[in-house]
């Protein structure tokens, strides 16, 4: 990446981690909400954030069907036939997602278990952690992006083709696991773009695109095996997606660029 484009990137990051702070409706960080206790099903935050979670799916898929559309003529791979095929497979896939479980022992994490394909399984202190509509939407994105790979990696080849460019971009390394996290956060991060965008509203712009990553603004900044830490999971994400980087610098929407 040019030093001019790293140094903008750095200060996007600084956008949304400043909104964490200022936003009465931001993202808890994921080191803050792993240090919280279990939080119940019937606590009220849980509730509010399970009936945001369950009424905010079916926008939730429908955005993840056209920004994974998107993402595919992007990567300049909507002329393969054997794509497409499996494209459609995985959007059926999202399609068949029916609800949203809350469950105490998942915590600060939200996942898909692929014997169960119509749920997502949803820690209840993530669902009272993640206050906002965008935030919420990026996390169902997220998920549901797995829900499209399925238990094949059907979307291998996009996967590849995203986590390669990640890592050309920042010199992180993005291989197996860690490039389908970055694609499903890069889904995450293009269906609440959307949203925002689809619902104008009085607040500021930057402050809502924020939220749809502002959870990985931690302090304790360790990542694993499977994914990157989670300041260089923003770091990764804003280098795929420069609009975004100068539209949380800004506060303002560009256009979709014609093709
Ligand atoms: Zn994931």
Redesign the pocket.
Known sequence: MPPEARALLEEAIGVVCTQAKLDPKSSIAIDEMQARPNLPVAHPEAQAGAERAQKLLPIAKELVVSSLRRLVVDYNLDKSPRLQKRLQQAIARVNGVKRVRPDVESRDNASVYLSRPHVITFGTIFLAGLRSDEGMISVLA?ELM?IADGDNDSLRVLVAAVGNKASELTGLDLQGQRGE?IT?DLIGAMAARAYVASTPGYESIARRLARSVQHNCVEIDEGDEDHLSPRNTIRALLALHPVMVRELLNDREERAQPR
């Open positions: 997220h797995h996290e499903c």
